[in-house]
Antibody, heavy 119, light 113 residues
């Protein structure tokens, strides 16, 4: 059974950094398309970043230059390093697995971790 | 980026009634080489992550009740709940995966009248 567990959220001041983790079981992160998607409180869903293959990565414009997605195959974990955080980054961050053949729809989601950027 | 819009913003229907949600993309998300529409539908209940209901515009996920159906092609799509049940109260999102970045509609809140 596929399970994704996000950790690392919390309260952080504007301009600060945070690293989110997504621990996977029932799948191998090195051979899957893993994605971060966020949802601001009371708002809709926004795709943030994707990692797949050798180390191919994609980012939303809102994340480019500030966020870095990576993975540790030995820990079967994907990370999202978030720097220069802004109030508008406040959201629940979900980790999700795209389809086996790499199409960007997501049948498997974690429960999410809340990031609050506030002074 | 492809912009997704949904209507209505919210709807309320009686138990057993039909509910229909519309979704439109700013450009066609039909890939002509394989005749597939790159559209998914999700259901999100309060306090939970989204749940994938439908892929390829009309292919229901395993375990999703058959009262949920998806239709449409090109730029205009629908999600229909043929007989609304209490457990269907949720926000429903459409999402295109034709191009990167994948983008979501703003959501439609479905309730019981």
């Amino acid at each position: 059974e596929v399970q994704l567990v996000e950790t690392g959220g919390g309260l952080i001041q504007p301009g600060g950094s945070l690293r989110l983790s997504c621990a996977a079981s029932g799948l191998t992160v090195s051979s899957n398309y893993l994605t971060w998607i966020r949802q601001a409180p009371g708002k809709g869903l926004e795709w943030v970043s994707l990692i797949y293959g050798g180390n191919n990565t994609y980012y939303a414009d809102s994340a480019k230059g500030r966020f870095t997605i990576s993975r540790d195959n030995s820990k079967n974990t994907v990370y999202l390093q978030m720097n220069s955080l802004r109030a508008e980054d406040t959201a629940v961050y979900y980790c999700a697995r795209a389809s086996r053949d790499g199409y960007n729809f997501w049948a498997y989601w974690g429960q999410g971790t809340l990031v609050t950027v506030s002074s | 980026d492809i912009v997704m819009t949904q209507s209505p913003e919210s709807l309320a229907a009686s138990l057993g009634e039909r509910a229909t949600i519309n979704c439109r993309s700013s450009q066609s998300i039909l890939y002509t080489s394989n005749n597939r529409n790159y559209l998914a539908w999700y259901q999100q209940k309060a306090g939970q992550p989204p749940k994938l209901l439908i892929r390829w515009a009309s292919t229901r996920e395993s375990g999703v009740p058959d009262r949920f159906s998806g239709g449409g092609s090109g730029t205009d799509f629908t999600l229909t709940i043929s007989s609304l049940q209490a457990e269907d109260v949720a926000v429903y999102y459409c999402q295109q995966y034709y191009s990167v970045p994948p983008t979501f509609g703003p959501g439609t809140k479905v309730g019981i009248k």
